[in-house]
């Protein structure tokens, strides 16, 4: 089952600007991770934020949570053609260790 | 470049035809995954193996069949598939001390169910 709505469905930049995705989830968690995705290829980590954090930094990415709202955003910031790709939230349910379920995802389009 | 690997990289078969899909990591990790992704559609969970035992299945229909021979490999055996069971099958592991930890995928086997 889906856990997470994300929004946009799809965004489209200019090289060099900052993009922001968000994510909103329905139940307690543990953590939540953004992964990022290439035209049908595997999904590939960025970052992993806890449930008692609030904010995370890694390179040009910067994610930030809160619980109260059960929602994360993901910006990337001064972003490059490479940054084309499908993003997605996943949480991990509190007391389902194993059990990683991903959001809507944000295809996120940069143009040169 | 991805340390789990997945084949074939693609895959067509008929829905009278039984198939493999195969995964391998080598970093020691002891809990692996199957998730199912269709087009434009986040990856849904299907099966989870801890410690080469089955610990998470999603009510997967019984044509797919997973096997976790050691702890290195899985497999996911395909019998009588369906048209709308073509997808992206995507292979992923974690070590398991860390349960609720980042995964590490694959970059998936497409399959074409005729």
């Known amino acids: 089952s889906q856990q997470g709505e994300e929004d946009p469905q799809a965004l489209s930049i200019q090289e060099g600007e900052n993009a922001t995705m968000n994510c909103s989830y329905k139940?307690?968690?543990?953590?939540l991770q953004w992964y990022r995705q290439n035209s049908g290829r595997g999904l590939v980590h960025l970052i992993l934020i806890r449930s008692n954090e609030r904010e995370k930094h890694s390179g040009r990415l910067r994610v930030t949570l809160d619980t109260s709202k059960k929602s994360s955003s993901l910006l990337i910031t001064a972003s490059r053609a490479a940054d084309t790709a499908s993003y997605f939230c996943a949480t991990h349910d509190t007391g389902t260790a194993s059990k990683l379920t991903f959001g809507t995802g944000t295809r996120l389009q940069v143009t040169l | 470049d991805t340390e789990v690997t997945q084949t074939p990289k693609h895959l067509v078969m008929g829905m009278t035809n039984k198939k493999s899909l195969k995964c391998e990591q080598h970093m020691g990790h002891r809990a692996m995954y199957w998730y199912k992704q269709k087009a434009k559609k986040p990856p849904e969970l299907m099966f989870v193996y801890s410690y080469e035992k089955l610990s998470i299945n999603e009510s997967v229909p019984s044509r797919f069949s997973p096997e976790c021979p050691n702890s290195s490999l899985l497999n996911l055996h395909l019998h009588a598939l369906q048209p709308e069971d073509s997808a992206l099958y995507l292979c992923a592991s974690s070590p398991l001390f860390s349960g609720y930890g980042e995964l590490f995928f694959g970059e998936g086997s497409r399959l074409t169910v005729l």
């Open positions: 139940t307690s968690i543990n953590n």
